[in-house]
């Protein structure tokens, strides 16, 4: 039956038209159209490292005294200096005590500033974009550092 043709019913028969309808059926599949490679390397870098040592140096004056006492004088501490008593008998017809000499400490603060050479390694990661033969792309591999 062409567009222009008429279609002709009678009064007692029914008139069946024929539908067609189109499916449309959509699948996927996995192409592999490239591959990434990536690669790591280790770098060592050589630097130096500085650091301020704290510390103390002591100074000893050894201060004569030979002054007989009655008692042992104790360790005692003026301002920055502290003072050790040193003690001595000496044989004389009767014992007396008598004080020889005294230590006088003096505490110094010190600082020195040090410089080590130390050995740091810093990482990279190297990307080569590769296409499906597993041949490198030259004009998109490229470097990246971490």
Request: proline share 3%; hydrophobic share 40%; glycine share 4%.
């Amino acid at each position: 039956m062409t567009s222009g043709d008429a279609v002709e019913h009678s009064g007692s028969e029914d008139l069946v038209l024929p539908l067609v309808e189109e499916v449309a059926l959509i699948e996927k599949r996995q192409v592999t159209t490239g591959k990434v490679r990536v690669t790591t390397v280790a770098d060592t870098i050589e630097e130096i490292a500085g650091a301020t040592l704290q510390g103390e140096e002591v100074d000893i004056v050894r201060v004569p005294v030979d002054r007989v006492v009655s008692e042992a004088p104790t360790m005692r501490t003026e301002g920055d200096v502290t003072i050790v008593p040193i003690m001595e008998e000496i044989l004389v017809v009767e014992k007396q005590l008598v004080l020889k000499e005294e230590l006088h400490i003096r505490r110094r603060a010190t600082s020195e500033e040090v410089e080590v050479p130390v050995t740091l390694r810093k990482q990279r990661a190297v990307i080569e974009r590769l296409d499906v033969d597993d041949q490198a792309n030259l004009s998109r591999s490229s470097t990246n550092e971490l």
